[in-house]
């Protein structure tokens, strides 16, 4: 097997042992809060990774494209929700994979329902609730979220799986009782909702929230019934400064070369750039902003107090130190999601030892 001072970069290592390690903790979380645990793997878009999950005894998967229900849908996944509203232009796609296995969507318009309504083939469907994220969902205090909850639960084509919401809005954060507070607004919205339908006659089987810092801070989940965080996999540098894990956690790094440096300047380049880490700035809250941190020592999970990338373009990236040309560096992303999903593949690593590599399914 190779070492990783053997790999041509920009590479994506995945630590074998911490993505393990925790992939048993979300698993035993969801067990000791009395929920299902439905992982969102548009974090690694990886089969082996969902592989691990689903032998943790994961219920089904979330996915945020087609692409990704289809990859998994083909190596045996057989219960998938597509947790993004529904794209009216890909509805042949919807009936082509509701046809192999459990496809569950989700909708908060009544032109959605109605489209799948009129597909010609029994799908499931959840209702989108906003817990507070305004982002998509419906208002559950509104009438028009009681009248679709109502089109589901009676269309006859329709099998109404229940209510779902995501709790983004955990991630501004910024104290831990902030995120607390999101976390208990989505499962107290959820759980409220569920009630005034049940109160009006409509069954609602289940309630789905979810987010990683939510559920790193939950201690209560009475009246929910799954959860779908999909960050905790690989943790980064953002759920770092939110409280949700250590550094010793995040699973992914990027490992770069520095490529340029010149006499008396103050900065190096190296060949991580904007399509190695994305564009993602990182948490407000970090004592300074950057685009990726670097560590000074991988094994003891300590960053470098001095050196960090400061800007990115599509292929450069800039650091705030004036290292030698030809040294490697070893990148803690912002945001992992993104990061993995600049690559094609994984270099899995035990140690300095690189002993598999698994494919990322990135299409759309
Ligand atoms: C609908 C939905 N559910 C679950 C998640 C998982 O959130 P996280 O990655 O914070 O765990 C996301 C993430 O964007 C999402 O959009």
């Known amino acids: 097997m190779p070492g990783i001072a053997e790999l041509p970069t920009p590479a994506l290592l995945l630590d074998l042992d911490v993505l393990d390690a925790n992939l048993r903790w979300m698993a035993d979380r969801a067990t000791q809060l009395g929920v299902a645990l439905r992982p969102h793997i548009k974090t690694h878009k990886c089969i082996e990774v969902g592989r691990l ?16 229900a289809s990859a998994f849908a083909a190596h045996g996944f057989d219960d998938i929700t597509w947790a993004f509203p ?4 890909r ?22 329902v109605a489209a799948l309504a009129n597909l010609g083939v029994r799908l499931h469907v959840w209702l989108k609730v906003d817990c507070g994220y305004h982002r998509a969902g419906v208002d559950p205090a509104s009438p028009d979220a009681v009248r679709l909850a109502e089109r589901l639960a009676t269309a006859p084509t329709l099998e109404f799986d229940g209510i779902l919401s995501h709790s983004g809005h955990a991630y501004a954060g910024p104290t831990r009782a902030e995120v607390r507070h999101a976390a208990e607004e989505e499962r107290d919205t959820m759980a409220g909702f ?43 540098y953002t759920q770092v400064l939110l409280g949700s894990c250590g550094v010793r956690n995040c699973a992914l790094t990027v490992l770069a070369t520095v490529i340029s440096s010149q006499p008396g300047a103050v900065h190096a380049v190296c060949d991580a750039g904007a399509l190695a880490l994305s564009k993602d700035g990182g948490h ?29 373009s599509q292929e450069h990236g800039r650091l705030s130190a004036a290292l030698p040309v ?3 560096i070893r990148i803690l992303p912002n945001h992992s999601c993104l990061t993995a999903a600049c690559f094609d593949a994984y270099h899995v690593v035990r140690g300095d030892t690189v002993v598999d590599e698994w494919r990322i399914r990135r299409e759309r």
Do not use: H, K
């Not at 987010?211 to 201690?219: G, K």
């Open 86 to 89: 529904v794209i009216p232009s």
């Open 194 to 236: 569920a009630g005034d339908l049940r109160e009006r006659g409509i069954r609602v089987p289940a309630v789905s929230v979810g987010s990683t810092p939510a559920m790193c801070v939950i201690d209560d989940l009475t009246g929910v019934t799954e959860v779908r965080p999909g960050n905790y996999a690989f943790f980064d």
């Open 284 to 312: 407000p809250t970090a004592p300074e902003p950057g685009m990726g941190e670097i560590f000074a020592d991988y094994e003891t999970g300590s960053l470098s107090p001095d050196t960090r990338l400061t800007s990115l």
């Open 53 to 68: 999950q689903r032998d943790l005894g994961a219920r089904g998967v979330t996915v945020s494209t087609l692409a990704e």
């Open 326 to 328: 030809g040294s490697r």
């Open 91 to 112: 509805l042949e796609e919807v009936r082509a994979l509701a046809e192999r296995v459990t496809l569950r969507l989700v909708v908060d318009s009544p032109e959605a």
